[in-house]
């Protein structure tokens, strides 16, 4: 006897086991997070590290801070596409479960609105990760639009902007005097209007951080910007003690660069000796 398989219930199952199979946090479940429980997150740029974070965070960023952190660059100007997407893609093979968002890195998403969404697009295929970060407000208001009515998931980054050094001159806090705060808050605003699902504030005054938090309906994400936000984001290395200078809003949880050092000399040690490797470390042969 044939049986008829309906071709709208075979694709219902088959989407609905896809969905099943998703267990990523996703964009709009952090969208929906505004005024909630705290967003957790943090930056990593390894799949060892992302592997680590993945299991408390909600979302791990691939900072462009990496050409800081892990290429020794004095800034984030120089950071490349293609730096951005391996580390990314590095990153989601470490991680299952946070939301993975990669930041677009200066020069590949300024130009047009078309720049942003070709660069955007090939990170998100290239990577698989869940959204995208770009720095900027109300200039770039266009630009997130068009990417958002078009499938790409953009996190938006106001207050202090790193990849502007060169026009800011310094990597000081901001809105630390009231009469600085409307065009902060303009940004804030016009990120949110133009369809972000979150937004990072970065070394911002406390009160202006919470008027902004209060202001738009998108959660925000403080770095240096108090707990008046809805989530909280640090830089990995810089949290666990491994970077030799780091902002004041940082707190180390850690003090990993000596047990490194000391593991090192360690090693180094016995390798003059002759100590390493000993007897439990070599292959014998094969007993006939
Ligand atoms: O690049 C980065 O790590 C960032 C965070 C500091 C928010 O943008």
């Given at each position: 006897m044939m049986t008829y398989c309906d071709p709208r219930s075979a694709y219902t199952s088959s989407i609905m086991s896809v969905q099943e199979q998703i267990k990523r946090i996703t964009a709009p479940d952090i969208r929906a997070r505004k005024g909630g429980e705290p967003i957790v997150s943090l930056t990593a740029y390894h799949a060892h590290t992302a592997r680590l974070v993945d299991k408390y965070c909600d979302a791990i960023l691939v900072g462009d801070s990496l050409g800081m952190?892990?290429?020794?660059?004095?800034?984030?100007?120089?950071?490349?596409l293609e730096m951005m997407i391996l580390q990314g893609h590095a990153v989601m093979r470490g991680s299952s479960r946070a939301l993975v968002v990669v930041d677009m890195p200066?020069?590949?998403?300024?130009?047009?609105k078309e720049q942003a969404f070709m660069n955007a697009a090939r990170v998100m295929k290239e990577t698989g990760c869940g959204a995208i970060k770009v720095e900027g407000g109300r200039r770039l208001a266009e630009t997130i639009a068009f990417l958002t009515e078009r499938g790409v998931p953009v996190m938006g980054h106001v207050g202090l902007?790193?990849?502007?050094i060169n026009t800011i001159g310094s990597f000081r806090a901001q809105g630390?005097?009231?009469?600085?705060w409307g065009p902060i808050e303009d940004d804030a605003k016009s990120v949110a209007d133009a369809g972000a699902f979150s937004l990072v504030i970065e070394a911002v005054a406390e009160p202006l951080a919470r008027r902004i938090t209060e202001q738009v309906p998108i959660p925000t994400i403080g770095i240096g910007a108090?707990?008046?936000?809805?989530g909280q984001i640090l830089v990995l290395e810089d949290m666990l003690g491994l970077s030799p200078r780091v902002p004041k809003f940082v707190r180390r949880y850690g003090d990993i660069g000596p047990g490194i050092e000391a593991a090192v000399q360690g090693y180094a040690d016995d390798v003059r000796k002759r100590a390493f490797p000993g007897p439990d470390e070599v292959y014998g042969m094969k007993k006939k």
């Open positions: 952190v892990m290429h020794g660059l004095e800034t984030t100007v120089p950071v490349t200066f020069g590949s998403y300024e130009a047009s902007t790193p990849q502007a630390r005097e009231e009469k600085d108090s707990a008046a936000c809805d």
